[in-house]
């Protein structure tokens, strides 16, 4: 059964570092999705992504975030200069048009 | 504001005892909402889509149904593997995004 895939599945990173997480989506999938989720909270909305654009972002979502579509199979989100507060897990997810959202398994990202 | 509520935080069940979690939610205009189930340090996993009131979609031991201001998931004789934090988000028309609740962390103790 086709699945969403991030990587890595741990990272690291010392605070004012950049950060790229990436995620490979379903394959026949055309939107995509970043959301993120503070330890012991909800999962948050951060952006969708179709056409190679951006098509929602949330308040979250700040000049220090971007994302990218750097090839058929990628998508990634970056973080320009990391803050205590960006630790959380990270999820990527795909969906074939704009209803059902199938998410990857995330990437815990630690800020020290 | 669109939002999403989920009753009860935690509930703990022997193997075999049925019961039902709450999601209630306030959208300006539902465009569908979806039931997830997540394992610790795991990313949601998709159960069900609803998309209108009256409806129920069923999945093994799981069935979802939907009012005009809440959802259910009920949990007919469940087993231990079904211990999860179960998830339920709304998506409201004209947005893609999906709002979260808080969850309900289901425990089955056999």
């Known amino acids: 059964e086709p699945e969403v895939t991030q990587t890595p599945s741990h990272q690291v990173t010392q605070m004012g570092q950049e950060v790229i997480l990436r995620c490979v989506p379903i394959?026949?999938?055309?939107?995509f999705y970043w959301y993120r989720q503070i330890l012991g909270q909800k999962v948050e909305f951060l952006v969708s992504f179709y056409n190679n654009e951006i098509s929602e972002k949330s308040e979250i979502f700040d000049d220090q975030f971007s994302v990218e579509r750097p090839d058929g199979s990628n998508f990634t989100l970056k973080i320009r200069s990391t803050k205590l507060e960006d630790s959380a897990m990270y999820f990527c997810?795909?969906?074939?048009?704009?209803?059902?959202?199938?998410f990857g398994p995330g990437t815990r990202l630690t800020v020290l | 504001e669109d939002q999403v509520t989920q009753s009860p935080e935690a509930l703990r069940l022997q193997e075999g005892e049925s019961s039902s979690l709450n999601c209630s939610y306030t959208?300006?205009?539902?465009?569908?909402l979806f039931w997830y189930r997540q394992d610790p340090g795991k990313g949601p996993e998709f159960l069900f889509t609803l998309y209108s009131a009256g409806e129920e979609k069923e999945k093994e031991r799981l069935k979802a149904t939907l009012t005009k201001k809440e959802s259910f998931l009920h949990i007919t004789a469940p087993k231990p593997e079904d211990s999860a934090t179960y998830l339920c988000?709304?998506?409201?028309?004209?947005?893609?995004?999906?709002?979260f609740g808080t969850g309900t962390r289901l425990q089955v103790f056999p």
């Open positions: 997810a795909s969906s074939i048009a704009t209803d059902t959202q199938y």
């Open positions: 394959s026949n999938h055309l939107y």
């Open positions: 959208v300006s205009g539902l465009r569908g």
């Open positions: 988000a709304v998506q409201a028309r004209g947005t893609d995004k999906l709002i």
